[in-house]
């Protein structure tokens, strides 16, 4: 399960413009997103090891889009 939403995660960074990204940070997710978002924080948040394991594998390439839209310093 954790990695399919990893995949879900990535292929969104790496498919999504940098105005995508802008627009989705400037408005919280709602329904069935909302839900699903909420779940996996939920499991991550009871589980340290695939937390961990979770951040060790989407964070270089989030931080590295973000960087790219100067969405970060």
Avoid: H, W
């Avoid at 990535?10 to 839900?35: D, F, I, V």
Wanted: charged residues 20%; positive net charge.
């Amino acid at each position: 399960m954790m990695d399919k939403v990893v995949q879900k995660v990535l292929q969104k960074y790496q498919t999504s413009s940098c105005q995508q990204l802008a627009n989705e940070k400037s408005q919280p997710p709602s329904g069935k997103k909302a839900q699903m978002m909420d779940r996996a924080v939920q499991m991550l948040q009871n589980d340290p090891q695939m937390r961990a394991e979770f951040i060790n594998r989407v964070a270089a390439p989030i931080a590295n889009k973000l960087f790219e839209c100067g969405m970060i310093p």
